[in-house]
């Protein structure tokens, strides 16, 4: 599938993804995963929220965000995106969305790359550029699509060596599709759920999916 520049419609479901620049790897302890797992989660509308790095340290105790219920409520009252799936990889990241307003998928990697790669250079003590250039983007053209796209982020994992089930990689959204949402209306996954009878049979769609010639190369 050639790359193109995607225009972005409301109520349509795209697939966003970047990586490191030069292929380097973006995520290099789990407090990095975290946070960008905050702030895929979390800057799904302007709502401001403070002080992430104490968020990052209670999720390490407690692998939960510390966020009150009136808090999510109001992120999700207002967001301007709906996340469907997600997977973090050590240099590249996936994402499958709605736009749920004007402009919202732009505005909503723009917050969340931006914060990120602040983040990144300001540990690391290094400049330039986190990403290779803007986020790439793939709109999603029929269901047969969403489906397996939604297969091929969720079975990511099996390129790492050290990953032997990507059933339970805590780094994509696939556990909280098979076990329990973690992250309750801040994801989305009922669009996918809903078209199988049951957990397990969207498990064993993952498994047999052949979803590569759905999906637009990172390179």
Excluded at 78 to 99: A, D, E, G, T, Y
Excluded at 187 to 195: A, H, R, V
């Amino acid at each position: 599938m050639p790359y193109r520049k995607t225009q972005f419609v409301n109520d349509e479901f795209f697939h966003v993804f970047n990586r490191g620049t030069e292929k380097r790897d973006i995520f290099l302890d789990n407090r990095d995963r975290i946070r960008f797992l905050f702030l895929i989660l979390y800057c799904q509308s302007k709502h401001n929220l403070c002080n992430i790095s104490r968020q990052v340290s209670y999720f390490v105790k407690h692998q939960v965000f510390n966020i009150s219920v009136k808090e999510t409520e109001k992120i999700i009252l207002n967001r301007f995106v709906s996340i469907i799936s997600f997977c973090l990889m050590p240099n590249h990241f996936h994402i499958l969305l709605k736009q749920d307003k004007e402009n919202g998928i732009s505005e909503y990697m723009q917050k969340v790359q931006n914060a990120y790669a602040k983040y990144f250079n300001t540990k690391y003590n290094r400049t330039g550029h986190l990403f290779s250039g803007p986020f790439k983007s793939v709109h999603v053209e029929d269901n047969r699509q969403l489906l397996h796209l939604s297969a091929y982020i969720h079975k990511n994992p099996k390129e790492l060596k050290q990953q032997q089930n990507y059933e339970k990689y805590r780094w994509s959204s696939l556990p909280d599709y098979l076990v329990k949402n973690r992250w309750k209306g801040l994801l989305d996954p009922e669009i996918i759920l809903d078209q199988f009878n049951n957990k397990d049979g969207y498990k064993e769609f993952v498994k047999t999916s052949m979803a590569k010639e759905f999906i637009l190369d990172l390179d």
